[in-house]
């Protein structure tokens, strides 16, 4: 086990938290006048939101812990992942002096966020098969290399990795291991999140944005040690996830079924637009894909990112990122969405 409080930044470890009116008494009473909120209501009809939300989510976060069986002291939530991935690097990175590991091509807000935060971010490229590249991780495995980003299934490449990868990290590296698994739902291996019981350094980050088609809400999950779990809410914001956010989430959580439909029928489309594209002769490859998008290499990316541009149809082009030369990355749409695509790019000269 990492001895965790001492990764912890020594200011974050000394402070005093913010205690709000909800923190102060959370109990049930007949009159609440702790809170300076409007007791005459919300404006519109038929809506209740004149009280601030749970600031920790007890409802939401028990219905979590039933669906993952995973304890709800094991889990924050928080608005969006991008939220989690921002709070993380503040409980651990002492700015302008602590290190970052990510591993390119992956996910541009893990070195963005870390910049923000002002701490140095080293970069070992995945290997050109999209392997974690173990030699050269271990040579930049230091005191002041806090905390490595793993994300599984990755963006922009769409492979996840095998357990075995992100075990041979936790072994080898003691600082904070994040496997970001907002995709995770689109691939057929499973979850490391069983993992967090063993080692305690690590933090499985997953999002209600992707498989659950509800991006708009901002809901992300972290799923960690209790002990992570407190630190992140010592320093969130007092109320991150909203009433509205907090009770679409309940109700999402009641379709279940649903949401693994969608996911079967995003994985069916998948299948038939990576066919579709290897007809193409300007398509090169289309890499294999564990998540909801195909990165795919064209003969000539920034021509055809325009002309479908041209066209109405966006894409994201990632060819400037290392091992994506001349690489789309091109999300699964609906099966309308992807037959116009396939049909655009057939008439493309
Ligand atoms: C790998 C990865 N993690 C996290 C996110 C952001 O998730 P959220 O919407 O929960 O902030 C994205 C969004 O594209 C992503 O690709």
């Known amino acids: 086990m990492v001895e965790l409080e001492s990764l912890v930044r020594e200011n974050i470890r000394k402070l005093k938290p913010y205690t709000s009116a909800r923190d102060e008494f959370s109990g049930t009473a007949s009159i609440f006048l702790d809170a ?36 709800a002291d094991h889990i924050f939530l928080g608005n969006g992942s991008d939220e989690a991935i921002d709070l993380i690097l503040r409980v651990f990175g002492q700015p302008g ?38 030699q050269a991780i271990e040579k930049v495995i230091s005191d002041k290399l806090k905390i490595a980003f793993v994300c599984s299934p990755n963006n922009p490449t769409g492979n996840v990795f095998a357990s075995e990868e992100i075990v041979w990290l936790l072994e080898h590296f003691k600082g904070i291991v994040i496997v970001d698994e907002a995709y995770i ?50 320093i969130k914001m007092p109320y991150n996830v909203s009433e509205l956010t907090q009770q679409t989430a309940l ?7 649903e949401k693994e439909k969608r996911v079967r029928q995003i994985l069916e489309q ?37 002309y479908l541009m041209e066209r109405g149809i966006i894409v994201r082009n990632r060819s400037n990122q290392i091992h994506c030369q001349n690489c789309l990355r091109i999300t699964v749409g609906t099966e309308e969405e992807n037959r116009k695509l396939v049909e655009e790019l057939r008439r493309m000269r």
Request: hydrophobic fraction near 45%.
């Open 36 to 71: 300076n909120e409007n007791a005459f209501g919300t404006p519109l009809e038929k809506s209740a939101f004149h009280r601030y939300p749970d600031p920790y989510q007890q409802k939401l976060k028990e219905k979590i812990s039933d669906w993952l069986a995973i304890p």
């Open 97 to 134: 002096q602590d290190e970052v590991l990510i591993m390119p091509p992956t996910y541009g807000m893990y070195q963005v966020s870390a910049q923000i935060n002002d701490l140095q971010v080293v970069e070992v490229p995945l290997t050109p098969s999209f392997k974690l590249d173990r």
């Open 185 to 234: 739902d689109f691939a057929p291996q499973k979850s490391v999140l069983p993992l967090i019981k063993q080692y305690n350094h690590l933090i499985v980050l997953r999002t209600f944005s992707k498989a659950w088609g509800s991006a708009g809400i901002r809901l992300g999950m972290a799923f960690a040690n209790p002990q992570i779990i407190a630190w992140l809410n010592k």
């Open 251 to 257: 109700s999402l959580l009641e379709n279940i079924e």
């Open 270 to 306: 998948r299948e038939w637009l990576t066919e579709a594209l290897l007809q193409l002769p300007m398509v090169q490859k289309v890499f294999p894909s564990d998540a909801n998008f195909l990165l795919v290499r064209f003969d000539h990316a920034d021509a055809t990112y325009r």
